[in-house]
């Protein structure tokens, strides 16, 4: 039997899908870690944050927080997580994982939308000198062209900057709230109130150089300090930082 063609139909081409391509991208993120002590956050606890905050707004405020418990006691439920990040949100701080947490804790952090965060490191005050190796670092620098990104304006607050390839270069201030994230060094030629990141991918030979050093966070190849950890004596100097011995270096230039 023949089948009559419906001519609206003939020499039509089938419906063809266009399937969107998916980019990943890697991005460059400053947390801030929150350790916790103890049981459920008293509100001693959040008077003391309070005064840190009106302290530090622009390093704070609306910054990314990871909570560690690795002193937390309790905090097993997922309820009680949820209502400790809500509380915290409250105070523009953006808790979205945990980390140093144990298989109860990380179960409630799940049931409260938190996601379990490797441990970082913070940079050690200490004389510490473990046996470690830094070949890594001068592969990645050694094997990446440097490749360095020159501004020639000064970097407002809430502004980032990134130097995926090299060295970043910035002729004028750098305000509080901003940032700058280097593959290789970065050189400052004025005041640094914000936060410098060098070695970003791990160069543990980068090295960050500002005219007048009055930063909210300071870090080499992973390592940081914050401001409260820098010694009075190289505030609103000419400085390098760089990495000797696994400790973050800070020192004077003439």
């Known amino acids: 039997m023949n089948v009559p063609q419906d001519d609206t139909l003939k020499g039509r081409a089938e419906p063809r899908t266009e399937v969107r391509p998916i980019q990943i991208r890697g991005r460059f993120l400053t947390a801030v870690a929150l350790k916790i002590e103890g049981g459920m956050p008293d509100e001693t606890f959040y008077a003391a944050l309070d005064d840190l905050l009106r302290q530090r707004p622009h390093f704070l405020i609306d910054a990314p927080l990871i909570l560690d418990l690795e002193l937390a006691e309790g905090l097993t439920d997922a309820a009680d997580m949820k209502r400790l990040a809500d509380t915290l949100k409250d105070r523009k701080f953006l808790a979205f994982g945990v980390q140093n947490a144990n298989p109860e804790q990380l179960a409630a952090a799940a049931g409260a939308g938190l996601i379990a965060v490797p441990p970082g490191r913070d940079a050690p005050m200490r004389d510490e000198r473990p046996e470690r190796r830094r070949a890594a670092g001068r592969a ?62 791990g160069d543990q030979t980068a090295r960050i150089f500002c005219q007048s050093l009055d930063a909210e966070l300071l870090a080499v190849a992973g390592l940081y300090r914050t401001s409260e950890n820098l010694e009075h004596e190289v505030r609103k100097r000419s400085v390098q930082v760089f990495l000797q011995d696994d400790r973050l270096c800070v020192e004077t230039l003439g």
């Open 140 to 201: 990645v620098s050694a094997a990446t062209p440097a490749a360095t990104r020159l501004i020639t304006t000064p970097v407002r607050s809430g502004q980032t900057v990134v130097a995926d390839d090299g060295d970043l270069v910035v002729i004028g201030s750098v305000a509080s709230g901003a940032e700058l994230i280097a593959r290789g060094n970065v050189h400052v030629y004025g005041a640094l109130r914000g936060r410098a990141m060098a070695g970003a991918h």
